[in-house]
């Protein structure tokens, strides 16, 4: 029981943060995100996300990518890349935010 009750837990989980069902971060901390994905990001991926270093993150090229995926990439990374691992500076929830945000589009 104890197995099925963690797995249930972990897939409503995952269908939370794909689906948006998480929490909203607050008005203030969607600005510092914003400013976050503008100039830390935009510092490899170009200051209009167009790409640089790293690859574009416009809507366009983002919008078959599972959610999931670049939620995972935030997070973790790439390895033998420049992308670091944003684990411990961003939770889930944020990191599911920035997917929304980038593949709606970062207001210049």
Same mark, same amino acid.
């Given at each position: 029981?104890?197995?099925?009750?963690?797995? #249930?837990?972990?897939?409503?989980?995952?269908?939370?943060?794909?689906?948006?069902?998480?929490?909203?971060?607050?008005?203030? *901390?969607?600005? !510092?995100? /914003?400013?976050?994905?503008? +100039?830390?990001?935009? #510092?490899? +991926?170009? $200051?209009?996300?167009?790409?640089?270093?790293? =690859?574009? $993150?416009?809507?366009?090229? $983002?919008?078959? *990518?599972?959610?999931?995926?670049?939620? !995972?990439? /935030?997070?973790?990374?790439?390895?033998?890349?420049?992308?670091?691992?944003? !684990?411990?500076? @961003? =939770?889930?929830?944020?990191?599911?935010?920035?997917?929304?945000? @980038?593949?709606?589009?970062? *207001?210049?």
């Amino acid at each position: 029981m104890k197995k099925f009750l963690t797995a #249930s837990i972990g897939a409503m989980l995952t269908v939370m943060v794909v689906t948006g069902a998480c929490a909203t971060p607050t008005a203030g *901390r969607q600005e !510092e995100l /914003i400013n976050l994905v503008k +100039h830390d990001c935009g #510092s490899c +991926h170009g $200051l209009t996300l167009k790409g640089g270093l790293g =690859s574009a $993150l416009l809507p366009e090229q $983002l919008t078959e *990518r599972p959610d999931e995926d670049l939620i !995972e990439i /935030i997070l973790e990374g790439l390895a033998d890349t420049p992308m670091p691992p944003w !684990e411990g500076q @961003l =939770s889930e929830e944020e990191a599911a935010w920035i997917v929304q945000l @980038l593949k709606k589009g970062v *207001r210049q």
